[in-house]
């Protein structure tokens, strides 16, 4: 991946190049923050971190997967959670100070004054939230899902709103903000929420806000053993009930396994088992490969989240992130109707 300092330096070069008095657009994707967290050697943010970085030298050298990582195989994902916070918290010190470069030459061109500037991401990073470790993607826990959305330009009134905002919206209300007319765009699946957000005297009432819908991807890591699904179809793909997985090479035969006395898939327990065969081979063909996913929808307050059941159909469970934001406590019988 390219560091944040080779894009703010490409991005320099470039506006170095555009005349001041020629309007400038700028998407810049900034990626430092993943897993394995290794902030550039020079820069002077370098946590010790002894137990994070032995995890990612031991992927780095195959002596663990990575998947093992994001499951806490043995804990070890856990133990090392403070210092992974460290790092992960220095990358993103290194990504601020250069997008701080590029503010400050804005400023100094005297581009940024009327700049319309957004800061948002495409996710968010679980440690150890729902089981899963420096990772994101099949969780659609908040960890995930909530992240930061900025929006700094002329007339943007300075205010917080605690309401829910999707990524699909933004171009909406981006463009209604510059004065380009509905008639002038293509139809999009997000709404126009710059007259609540980016104007002085505000908009929408709390009631006109859209309900915020997520769905989580599948795991492709076969290790993730604590999701109903793990691993994709061109790979080892396992179906994962308590302790037992079901596992299978695309149009392979099925073997069953004892994941938590036999996390590397050694020993076929087919044979001894056969019941508990027959019955994750009938789970397995309810949920192929790839298709048990997460889903979610929220309020400010409140999150209904959909859980892949061995059954064939989702769990439902019901979160309230005023009092509840680590979504721990399932108060759906509190709340009936809602």
Request: negative net charge; contains cysteine.
């Given at each position: ?104 030459r ?22 150890g ?9 099949p ?54 929420l ?12 709390k009631d ?6 997520a ?102 469970a ?21």
């Open positions: 991946r390219i560091a944040a300092r080779a894009i703010t330096d490409r991005t320099l070069e470039e506006v170095a190049l555009m005349p001041n008095d020629k309007p400038l657009l700028l998407w810049l994707h900034y990626v430092d923050p993943h897993f394995p967290y290794r902030p550039p050697k020079r820069w002077p943010d370098q946590p010790e971190a002894g137990p994070c970085r032995e995890l990612m030298s031991a992927t780095a050298e195959d002596r663990w997967l990575v998947g093992e990582i994001f499951d806490n195989r043995d804990g070890r994902s856990e133990k090392a959670l403070p210092t992974c916070r460290d790092l992960y918290d220095a990358e993103i010190a290194f990504v601020d100070h250069n997008i701080g470069r590029l503010i400050r804005l400023q100094k061109t005297g581009r940024f004054d009327d700049a319309l500037v957004v800061l948002t991401s495409d996710h968010g990073e679980n440690m939230e729902a089981g899963l470790y420096y990772a994101h993607g969780s659609v826990h908040d960890a995930s899902l909530r992240v930061p959305l900025i929006i700094r330009g002329p007339d943007v009134p300075e205010k917080i709103d605690p309401a829910p905002f999707r990524l699909e919206d933004l171009m909406p209300t981006l463009l209604a903000y510059l004065g380009i007319d509905s008639d002038d765009r293509p139809p999009m699946d997000g709404v126009d710059s007259k609540r957000l980016l104007r002085p005297q505000g908009g929408l009432e006109e806000v859209p309900l915020a819908f769905e989580g991807s599948s795991s492709l890591h076969t290790n993730t053993f604590h999701l109903l699904r793990s691993g994709g179809r061109s790979r080892l793909s396992c179906i994962n009930v308590g302790r037992y997985s079901l596992c299978a090479e695309k149009n392979g035969q099925h073997r069953l396994y004892d994941h938590e006395t036999d996390p590397d898939l050694e020993v076929d327990l087919s044979d001894q088992f056969p019941e508990l065969y027959q019955e994750l081979l009938t789970i397995w063909r309810r949920w192929p490969p790839e298709s048990a996913r997460q889903r979610t929808v929220r309020t400010p307050r409140f999150k209904l989240v959909e859980y892949p059941d061995p059954g064939g159909d989702y769990r439902l019901l979160y309230d992130l005023e009092t509840d934001p680590l979504e721990s406590t399932d108060v759906a019988a509190m709340h009936p109707q809602l």
